[in-house]
């Protein structure tokens, strides 16, 4: 691997030391994202003002540099790790935030923090629903860069349906704006969702308008507990049926609860351990609210176990503790995971939870899964334990199966993790040679030189067989 030891002297030159950093510690930090895959860059950017990505831009240009975009690095799929070395282009340092109270607008760079731009959105009266389980640290512009989701996209969305307009550079450090701060922007292609969910191979994101919307009025909170898992994606199906939109729908299968009730060492439903649970929120006006409860009340006792319902905010924290305690506690199953994202369409809900069943059975793997059914993103966790190899060829073999048969229900291979380094093996899977070589030729069109976060999406890369780094992330057990 190239040093770029000349370029990045010559980029010093240009910005700065406090910009341009070589020490070992900030190398040592920006070379792995949550993949623990971890690649040693030969410099981290960390610019103050937007115009210095166009400076390093170019001159990565001109002098064949690799640069990496980073936020906090909470992606799972190692899209942040700097694989080719090279720059790694921190963003951090650009964080404002501004709500325009009258137009339901927040004007945000790419470094200010999920969980920052919606305390900024409720302080106006507004509410931003894009909540990835790391929102109190992932930075918009990862979650523009991966098309971030979280619990509440079945009824408000993902990223793309909030993104107004982008800012940014192209890859060859061209200052570029997609879009404007109105409503309605049909004014030439639309750059601006190519953009999003590029995974920062496309152009970097430096600014963006978001779409607000009014902050419900009222929540109500209900804990339902079933039989099996199927039992419980059937009663999800019935309750959407029946034109219901909770602002929440999360699942916990059996292992997920079971992992859950040790952390917390409780039985969330007395008389009822280790129960599949779905949990539903509901969101909008006290009149809205005063209807949808009563056919969901309805719903639950013609089909759950059990169920418990909020009585206040307090008790729906409570009640919110089985989904916030499941993903760390699943390391008692195993020491490593693979995080698998995926989709399944609602009418494919309990075929995939049979065959899921005979996949933990056939791989002798524990395999707890939790997601939100709304959208039919579920997060599949095969669990095993890095000393011992007969289980990590097994994990080995059952990701590829579980690749294999969502993409044969009409699902996706990812919902909101992206593809990056962890996923290129299934790629193809996904997608057709000419979906594939046309997304190349975007790709070739807009950075000629190759020079944005090479190796990713397209390049098969074999993550289970890399050595990882042994670090613990605050986000991990959210």
Avoid at 51 to 56: A, P, Y
Avoid at 222 to 232: G, H, P
Avoid at 337 to 365: C, H, M, Q
Avoid at 444 to 449: F, H, R, S, V
Wanted: proline share 5%; net charge positive.
């Amino acid at each position: 691997m190239k040093d770029f030891a000349h370029a990045t002297l010559l980029l010093r030159r240009k910005l700065g030391a406090k910009v341009v950093l070589t020490d070992a510690a900030a190398l040592e930090a920006a070379s792995y994202d949550s993949s623990r895959i971890a690649v040693r860059p030969a410099a981290v950017v960390r610019p103050v003002k937007r115009e210095q990505i166009g400076v390093l831009l170019k001159l990565a240009n001109e002098h064949g540099v690799p640069v990496t975009p980073r936020g906090r690095g909470t992606t799972l799929m190692g899209s942040a790790v700097p694989l080719h070395g090279g720059w790694v282009l921190d963003l951090l340092g650009l964080d404002k935030i501004g709500v325009d109270a009258e137009a339901g607008l927040a004007h945000v760079q790419a470094g200010a923090k999920v969980g920052d731009v919606q305390k900024a959105a409720a302080a106006a009266g507004w509410f931003y629903p894009p909540d990835p389980s790391s929102k109190d640290y992932s930075t918009i512009g990862g979650n523009v860069a991966c098309n971030a989701g979280g619990m509440h996209g079945g009824k408000y969305g993902v990223t793309r349906d909030f993104v107004v307009a982008l800012k940014g550079y192209l890859p060859t450090g061209e200052f570029v704006e997609w879009g404007t701060a109105t409503r309605k922007f049909a004014a030439g292609f639309n750059l601006r969702d190519l953009w999003i969910g590029s995974e920062g191979m496309l152009g970097v994101v430096t600014d963006a308008v978001l779409r607000l919307i009014p902050a419900p009025a009222a929540r109500w909170t209900l804990l339902t507990s079933f039989a099996d898992e199927v039992s419980a994606f059937r009663a999800a199906r019935a309750l959407f049926a029946a034109r219901v939109q909770p602002a929440i729908c999360e699942f916990l299968d059996r292992a997920s609860v079971t992992c859950a009730e040790s952390a917390m060492k409780t039985t969330i439903f007395p008389g009822q351990p280790g129960r599949p649970v779905i949990l539903l929120e509901l969101a909008g006006s006290e009149a809205e609210l005063k209807d949808a409860k009563k056919a969901v009340l309805a719903w639950a006792e013609a089909n759950a176990a059990g169920h418990r319902a909020a009585k206040n905010r307090d008790e729906a924290e409570a009640l919110w503790a089985v989904r916030r305690k499941c993903s760390g506690a699943m390391f008692q199953m195993g020491d490593a995971k693979l995080n698998e994202d995926i989709t399944v369409p609602l009418g494919a809900y309990e075929e995939f939870a049979v065959w899921l069943e005979k996949l933990r059975a056939s791989s002798k793997l524990a395999i707890p899964t939790f997601g939100h059914l709304a959208d039919g993103n579920l997060h599949v966790n095969i669990m095993y334990h890095k000393a011992v190899p007969a289980e990590c060829r097994a994990a080995e073999k059952a990701v590829l199966a579980l690749m294999k048969k969502v993409v044969s229900l009409g699902g996706a291979i990812s919902g909101e993790h992206g593809i990056g380094l962890a996923k290129t093996p299934f790629l193809r899977l996904q997608h057709s040679e000419a979906q594939i070589g046309a997304m190349k030729a975007v790709k070739q069109a807009l950075d000629p030189k190759g020079i944005l976060n090479p190796g990713k999406m397209f390049e098969v890369f074999e993550v289970w067989k890399q050595p990882r780094v042994t670090v613990s992330f605050p986000w991990d057990h959210k």
